[in-house]
């Protein structure tokens, strides 16, 4: 079955750091790039951040909200994507997807609430 | 910034009957050079990841059902339910691949009246 598995989210403080995962399985991860998006409660999609594929460099791009403070990453030997979250602010709280084969694979989510 | 203006923010549509959803970019979404359009619509059912539904604003994922439809080029694009169902009560949103940052439109919300 072709799919992606986010994992790490949980309630964190303001200005502290959380590592998200997205495990693919299914198809050939290290072929594509990896997208990673973001829903705030009750909100619209925002896209976050994109790592591509080994092939054609690996470059990332971020949104300019993350810039800086978030880093995407990935081990293709283990079909794993990283989203690495620091300095995390009140308005990062959202539900997070990564979405690989292009956008066709979506997994179900991991929710960051950041709290004090 | 790639700016997506999409309408209406919701719909309410008697079961059979069609529903259009409309997607204006700021920017031309057509690359001259294959003649595609970086533009995509998702479907997202309440407290579920959204669905690839249509990529290069025409070609429909498979398993969505064919009363979905893309079309459009450029800057204007359209999807088209030509009989709505029960199941596609959903929100539904557009988003341009064409450059980063990628962006979305604000969304469409159909109901069934």
Redesign the interface.
Known sequence: EVQVVESGGGLVQPGRSLRLSCSASGFMFADYGL?W?RQAPGK????VG?MRSKATLGTT?Y??SVQGRFTISRDDSNNIAYLQMNGLKIEDTAVY?CAGK???V????TLVTVSS | DIVMTQSPDSLAVSLGERATINCKSSHSLLDSSNNKNFL?W?Q?KPR?????FF?WASTR?SGVPDRFSGSGSGTDFTLTISSVQAEDVADY?C?Q?FD????????TKLEIK
């Open positions: 997208n998006f619209g999609l925002e896209w994109y791009e949104a300019a997807f292009h956008f066709e979506w997994g179900q989510g | 995509a998702y997202q579920q990841a959204p669905k690839l990529y994922e949103y988003q691949y980063t940052p990628y962006t979305f439109g604000r969304g």
